[in-house]
């Protein structure tokens, strides 16, 4: 879903901002920092958290167990995209299609 600053709505557009929730999402709670930047870009992955949509590698601003915050890879193309999100901790990656 859309972030909830952004109105929770069930679609999303390239460049938005999402919220992923569910059960041992990531090993522990942390947003982004300046040291997670390269350069102007933000991180890909915060400790070991990662998440792809449509095969793209998304922003990662927040992780915890329960929710990870991202935006969405602006060349992303229109209609249902798959979304993975891996981590350290889980073997397998996470998938979910709208």
């Keep these: 879903m859309s972030a909830s600053s952004f109105g929770q709505l069930p679609s999303v557009a390239p460049g938005s901002w999402i919220e992923i929730y569910g059960l041992n999402l990531a090993v522990d709670s942390r947003e982004w920092e300046a040291g997670d ?3 102007v870009n933000g991180p890909l992955a915060l400790d070991g958290t990662s998440v792809t949509i449509d095969g793209l590698p998304a922003f ?3 992780i915890s167990p ?4 991202v ?5 992303v ?4 995209q798959q979304l993975i ?3 350290n901790s889980r073997p397998a990656p996470l998938t979910a299609s709208p």
Excluded: I
């Design 77 to 80: 193309t229109a209609g249902h």
């Design 37 to 39: 930047f390269t350069g």
């Design 85 to 87: 999100l891996s981590t």
């Design 66 to 69: 329960g929710q990870v915050n």
């Design 71 to 75: 935006q969405v890879p602006s060349n």
């Design 60 to 62: 990662v601003e927040f």
